[in-house]
């Protein structure tokens, strides 16, 4: 990589709303990719009537997409596989309309529907008339866009276009690929987070094991999500058939003794604990060295409790982690979720009721409440990697308040 390169392997979508500040667009797309990035440009139907989509695709080498309903871009490049490229979605300029779409979660064009579908960090770079950006609703939607951990990119102040003066210009083209570029630095992380993942499986004998259907797919997510959001990330994780998310540093183990281990180890020097894992509350006393041979017509195995990873690290006395433990429930949640959040002393629980088809074990999608000692948070059925986002929002948001 040249100095010239930093953005290198980046893949930036790049929307354009409907304001005079989409003349400075072109310039982005140009310096992003002076950095190496590869860019494709997304524009709401407002932006056509102030720049031409043949100008941003001649300058960012790709096609440019427009609408959601065009069988043609569809079936190049859908908005489910756009939003999924995506390392980052830059929104500049940002109107008033499109910023107040996306704090109400609306999907009316391809821009909207792109935010919501994906998982990538969202920045914007708000564009609009200075008594526009004052008003009361503008502030309140950038508000809730940054409670939702969407990156606000100015804006500047000074004369606009209508001839008024004060705050509501874009930042400039260059300040934008700087603020690219500040994004993609490494920095410090903002947060040490360690989690558990996927089922424990406890031997019966050399070939044969006790186990759950847990996928590690739900713990994964939060790995990728917590790293993606700033924190350093460490994954205790049973066996599944799932490759480590991006600069997560995974510690692979096979039973809950093992698990129980590792999690206790690391625990102490990291800020935050999930305990996502499905771990075996029993495992049989004793393990046979031989496999066990089919004499008789029954068979008993004998078993003894685990260890109970999430109670004996939120009983550390020093050195202890934000603990968050999941419940997986099949009945009368709230109970069994509010008596575990109380008998292992923690200071968050997220429910998961896993006998509904669709959500909780192996599934893609998950719904989730979260209970703590004074509230609760429904987190609707999404996919596992929006829940994940969501969760460690929630998380970082009351971490944050008891330091
Ligand atoms: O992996 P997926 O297929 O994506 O599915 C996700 C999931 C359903 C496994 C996940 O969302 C989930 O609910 N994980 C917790 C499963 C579980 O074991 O729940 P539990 O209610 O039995 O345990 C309560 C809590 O104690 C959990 O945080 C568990 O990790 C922890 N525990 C339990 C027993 C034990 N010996 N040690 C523990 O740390």
């Known amino acids: 990589m040249t100095a010239q390169q930093t953005l290198q392997n980046k893949n930036i979508v790049l929307g354009i709303t409907g304001g005079i500040a989409a003349y400075k667009s072109p310039e982005i797309v140009r310096r992003l990719k002076d950095q190496g990035a590869d860019v494709r440009v997304v524009m709401t139907a407002g932006a056509k009537e102030f720049i031409t989509p043949l100008t941003l695709q001649a300058v960012s080498g790709n096609p440019v997409a427009d609408s959601l309903l065009d069988p043609a871009a569809e079936a190049a490049m859908g908005h489910i596989e756009l939003a999924k ?11 008033s309309n499109t910023i107040a779409a996306i704090a109400a979660g609306l999907a009316g064009d391809l821009l909207t529907t792109l935010c919501i579908a994906t998982a990538a960090p969202i920045a914007i770079a708000p564009a609009m008339n200075q008594q526009m950006y004052a008003a009361a609703v503008t502030q309140e939607n950038i508000a809730r866009l940054t409670n939702r951990g969407v990156h606000i990119w100015g804006p500047a102040s000074g004369e606009q276009a209508c001839g008024d003066v004060g705050q509501g210009r874009m930042i400039e083209a260059l300040e934008v690929v700087e603020q690219t570029l500040n994004f993609f630095t490494p920095k410090p992380p903002a947060f040490k987070l360690l989690i558990t993942a996927g089922p424990t499986r406890e031997a019966i004998d050399p070939v044969r094991y006790i186990s759950n259907h847990s996928s590690g797919k739900m713990g994964f997510a939060i790995a990728k999500a917590a790293q993606a959001l700033g924190g350093e990330v460490t994954l205790v994780s049973g066996p599944v058939a799932l ?5 997560v540093n995974r510690i692979d183990v096979v039973s809950a003794e093992q698990m129980h281990q ?58 202890r982690p934000f ?9 009368d949640v709230e109970t069994y979720a509010r008596g575990k959040l109380q008998r292992k002393k923690l200071d968050l629980i997220a429910a998961n009721n896993v006998s509904v088809t669709g959500q909780g074990f192996n599934s893609d999608d998950n719904a989730l409440t979260l209970y703590w000692p004074n509230g609760q948070l429904d987190l609707p059925l999404t996919s596992k990697d929006m829940l994940a986002k969501q969760l460690v929002l929630e998380i970082l948001k009351h971490y944050n308040t008891q330091h």
């Open 85 to 95: 490229w995506a390392d980052l979605v830059i929104i500049a300029p940002a109107s």
């Open 243 to 247: 490759t480590t998310p991006h600069s």
């Open 323 to 331: 603990c968050v433990g999941f419940a997986a429930e099949t009945q």
């Open 262 to 319: 590792q999690t206790l180890v690391n625990a102490p020097q990291h800020d935050i604990f999930i305990a996502c894992a499905a771990v075996a509350d029993y495992r049989p006393a004793l393990v046979c060295e031989q496999k066990i041979k089919k004499n008789d017509d029954d068979m008993v195995v004998s078993m003894v409790k685990n260890p109970d990873i999430l109670a004996d690290v939120a009983a550390l006395t020093e050195q």
